[in-house]
C-alpha cells in the first residue's frame, strides 16, 4: 500500500522535530518516519556521564524553551530526552515510529519513500538522519588484526566495564576528551592519543559563546562578507567541568597517534609498543545519507551538493542538522531552528499551486 502526503522528514531526532514545528506553523501536511522505537533521537544512545555543553536556554528547540534541570547547570542526555518527547506531544507532532527508511525514488512529480511497512509518496523530503548511526573508523595499519576488543563512541557508556584494563581512546575531539576523562576519574588511567596536541577553547567558553560566534558566521555569510571560519577556528575541545578538572589534575594528557596496530596492542613510528586491552576510538562521523544513494545525487566527501539545505540536483529534497554543510551549527539543539525554518518555508513555497 502506498500512503501519500506533501512531505515526509525522515528521523524524529532534534531536526526531524524542528522540521516539523515550523512545517505545522505553515500548515504544510507532512509525516515524520523514525526509526526508533522511542523518542529522543540519538541523545537516548549516549553515554551515562555526558552533559550539555549549554544551559538549558540554550539548548532550545523553536518555540519551547528547555526547562531547566534541578540542581545542573548543563543538562544530561536524560533531560534531553525528556525534552524532545514533551517537546513531540506538546506540538502534536506527526511521528511514526519503528519505521526505518529503505530508499527514496524520484516518482513523476512525487518522490517515492521506501519503508519495510510499505511506501510513502511525498511532494518533497527532509532528511533529518543525522550521523549517530555511521561510526567513522579510520584505516589505521594492522586494525583487522588486533585481536583486543575495539569500540566507538556509540558503543561507550561508563568507566565499569573497563576496571583493570589497558585502555587506548583514540580522538582529539570533545567525544575523546570526554570519554578519556570519565575513564580517568574512575582511576582507569587510559592511553589518550590525538594526531595532534589538544585544541582546548578557553575554559570560560562553552555552547552559548559558540552559538554567537556561529550565529555571527552566519550574518557575515549573508551579508558577503568574509567567512570568520566555524566554530573549529577556535579550538576542537570545550573545557566541561569534567574535561577541566582531569586535565588541570594531570591525568589527562595526550600522546601522539600511534602508528599501527599489533597483534595485542599499539606501536608508535619510534617502535615503542604497548599492550591494550580495548581500543575506544572516538574519531566521528558520516552523515546517515544511504537511503539517497538511488538518486544519484553528486557531491563530496560523503556529502550532497546543496545550496543552504536543498539539494543542488533535486530541489525536492532537503537535508538538515548535519552540521556546517546544512547550515552553521545546524547539528545543534539551538542552531537547527533556522535552518529548518528555511527548509520549510522553501517547501511550502515550492508546493504552493
Not at 528547555?66 to 545542573?72: D, H, L
Not at 552523515?287 to 563530496?300: K, N, V
Request: net charge positive; hydrophobic share 40%.
Amino acid at each position: 500500500m502506498t500512503r501519500r502526503t506533501d512531505v515526509v522528514v525522515i528521523g524524529g531526532g532534534q531536526s526531524g522535530l524542528a522540521a516539523g514545528y515550523h512545517l505545522r506553523r505553515l500548515g504544510v501536511e507532512h509525516v515524520i518516519l523514525d526509526a526508533r522505537t522511542a523518542p529522543g533521537g540519538a541523545w537516548q544512545h549516549t553515554w551515562d556521564s555526558l552533559r550539555l555543553f549549554s544551559p538549558a536556554e540554550y539548548s532550545s528547540l523553536p518555540g519551547r524553551l528547555m526547562p531547566v534541570q534541578p540542581g545542573r547547570t548543563y543538562p544530561d542526555a536524560q533531560h534531553v530526552v525528556d525534552y524532545l518527547a514533551d517537546y513531540e506531544k506538546r506540538y502534536d507532532l506527526p511521528v511514526q515510529r519503528g519505521v526505518p527508511v529503505e530508499a527514496v525514488h524520484r516518482d513523476g512529480a512525487c518522490l517515492r519513500v521506501v519503508t519495510d511497512g510499505g511506501d510513502w509518496q511525498a511532494r518533497a523530503v527532509v532528511s533529518a538522519t543525522g550521523t549517530w548511526t555511521r561510526p567513522f573508523l579510520p584505516a589505521v595499519p594492522g586494525r583487522r588484526e588486533y585481536t583486543g576488543r575495539q569500540l566507538h563512541t556509540v558503543q561507550y557508556r561508563s568507566p565499569a566495564e573497563f576496571a583493570g584494563q589497558r585502555v587506548v581512546v583514540v580522538g582529539g575531539g570533545n567525544s575523546g576528551a570526554q570519554i578519556a576523562a570519565d575513564l580517568a576519574h574512575a582511576g582507569i588511567d587510559p592511553t589518550w592519543v590525538t594526531r595532534r596536541p589538544p585544541r582546548y577553547l578557553a575554559d570560560d567558553i562553552d555552547g552559548r559563546a559558540l552559538f554567537d560566534h556561529a550565529t555571527a558566521r552566519r550574518r557575515a555569510l549573508d551579508a558577503g562578507r568574509t567567512d570568520t571560519g566555524g566554530v573549529a577556528s577556535l579550538g576542537d575541545i570545550v573545557a566541561v567541568p569534567p574535561v577541566r578538572a582531569a586535565r588541570d589534575a594531570g591525568i589527562l594528557t595526550a600522546k601522539p597517534m600511534f602508528s599501527r596496530l599489533t597483534v595485542s596492542g599499539v606501536e608508535w613510528t619510534d617502535g615503542t609498543a604497548a599492550a591494550v586491552d580495548t581500543i575506544i576510538w572516538c574519531t566521528g562521523f558520516r552523515p546517515a545519507l544511504a537511503p539517497f544513494a538511488a538518486l544519484r545525487l553528486r557531491g563530496t566527501r560523503g556529502h550532497i551538493a546543496t545550496t543552504g539545505t536543498r539539494a543542488v540536483d533535486e530541489p525536492r529534497l532537503h537535508f538538515l542538522g548535519y552540521g556546517d554543510w546544512t547550515g552553521p551549527a545546524s547539528a545543534t539543539l539551538i542552531g537547527v531552528g533556522r535552518p529548518a525554518r528555511d527548509a520549510a518555508r522553501e517547501i511550502a513555497e515550492l508546493l504552493r499551486p
